[in-house]
């Protein structure tokens, strides 16, 4: 697909640019590595919890109807809000700047910043995908460095779209810094991450369809009829029905080998993953030079669902909470999450919410389905992702830029705790509750190097 930026003067030509760095239409960034290959379950010994006399607890756990209240009372207000005004552009277009994309970017609004056209007008119709890989050209930008600054666009982007109407900018990815850009710049990048973003209609219709069906889950949920999707479409949730988490997990395959780490699956297990990390990085895991409990310590271990579930229940959610599981495939299926899911057994997920004429549509493509998981996400009153990744950083900068509750595993700390094999659940209760006091969505500002949108503070918000 091609997707043509129309620019309508010297900055707007810079701030085009980065409608494309939207890190989540960028699907493979959000899939399990797609070379993974589907999982051979032959070497499994089905995985067994590891934590069983923890899990007995928390089984049993009751918890008062204060904690419940202060866990789910939305952040207060710390003070910061967007702050995202961007300049208004002139009438008069300097031409195109044209990039190709292979992800699902479906639909942008800029309104009056920029102007999107899909399709070029017939002047530039020769400016193809093809015509870029049959030779060199002269409207080819092939060599925009990664985090490049703004006046390197304006040295090198700048004259080829002034002298011929069009610049076609491939490779396009991160290749803007995050540091040193003129305010404007960087406010515009703000506006488009966290506000100009819109999902396609039926990408909403479903989200909306979930969000409604877990905040609502006696009267509709499993009404799967034609006209489903268009009565719950209009409707106000935000304020009513019952609270949900969504839960961002991601434990593949892919993961869990890299991470060189032990989980639990015996020695078949093991050898398995030893021999696809060999396979897939030939020892270039630097993970694999330290011992389990080292990895663990440090926080390096992707948490299990079964760890997951005692972090959830020992931060307070009860038996009764819906947990909505954004994730794909989980390394070990349902002999992982079963775990978890007796101690949640509201949990919910696409496939249990949605009816597969619904899933249909996004169904096998995974940047329709992350663009689902993402919206829900952002509609949740609590959010927790238990993977690092790019999701996990889209939706923890978005949901601070719109104050609202993100629970950040403390992975060095669980790390910690679940090595002691003599832990106790109130000392597991008591240590995670502390340790995670500070990691709900506490403004944290942004460093050099890092992201705006996972940083939005202070670029993208202002301090009242
Ligand atoms: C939920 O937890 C309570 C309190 O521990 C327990 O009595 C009840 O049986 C649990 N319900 C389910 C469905 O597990
Ligand atoms: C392990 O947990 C127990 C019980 O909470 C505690 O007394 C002990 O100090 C812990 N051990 C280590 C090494 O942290
Ligand atoms: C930020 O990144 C640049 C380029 O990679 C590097 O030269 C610079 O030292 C980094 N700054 C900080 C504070 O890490």
Known sequence: MNQILRNRHRQGAMASLFVLLLPIFFPSLFAPLSHASPSVFLEWNAPKP??????????????????????????????????????????????????????????????????????????????????????????RIKTAPVHAS?????????????????AAIAPFSHRLAFDNLPMELQRLRCKVNFQALVFVPHIRALGDALVSRLRYPSDENKAFDNGYLQKVTGRQHKQRGGKFVVLHLRFDKDMAAHSACDFGGGKAEKLALAKYRQ???????????????????????????????????????NNNTRLYLASHKVYGGEARISTLRKLFPLMEDKKSLASS?????????????????????????????ASPGNM??????????????????????????????SMEWPELQEAVVEGHANRQGQIRLRKPNQSIYTYPAPDCMCSS
């Open 50 to 139: 590891r934590h069983m006399r923890l899990i007995k607890s928390a089984l049993q756990r009751e918890t008062s109807n204060a904690q419940q209240t202060d866990l789910w009372l939305p952040l207060e207000n710390q003070g910061w809000s967007s702050c995202v005004e961007p300049p208004k552009a002139p009438e008069k277009s300097q031409g195109y700047i044209q990039v190709f994309l292979d992800g699902g970017l479906n639909q942008q609004r800029m309104g009056d910043d920029v102007s999107i056209v899909k399709e070029l007008p017939d002047e530039f119709s020769w400016s193809t995908r093809e015509y870029y890989a049959t030779a060199i050209r002269a409207t």
């Open 150 to 166: 703004a006046n390197w666009y304006i040295e090198n982007v700048l004259p080829v779209v002034q002298s011929y109407g069009i």
């Open 279 to 317: 396979v897939m990085w030939q020892g270039r895991v630097l993970n694999s030079q330290f011992t389990d409990e080292e990895l663990r310590s440090q926080g390096r271990c992707p948490l299990t669902p079964e760890e997951i579930g005692l972090l959830l229940a020992a931060l307070g959610f």
């Open 357 to 385: 004429e619904e899933r249909a549509q996004i169904k096998g493509k995974a940047s329709l389905l992350a663009a689902v998981d993402y919206y829900v996400s952002m509609h949740s009153d609590i959010f927790i992702s």
């Open 392 to 421: 996990h950083n889209a939706l923890v900068g978005h949901r601070t830029y719109e104050n609202l509750k993100t629970i950040r595993p403390n992975m060095a700390l669980l790390g910690q705790l679940f090595l002691n094999k």
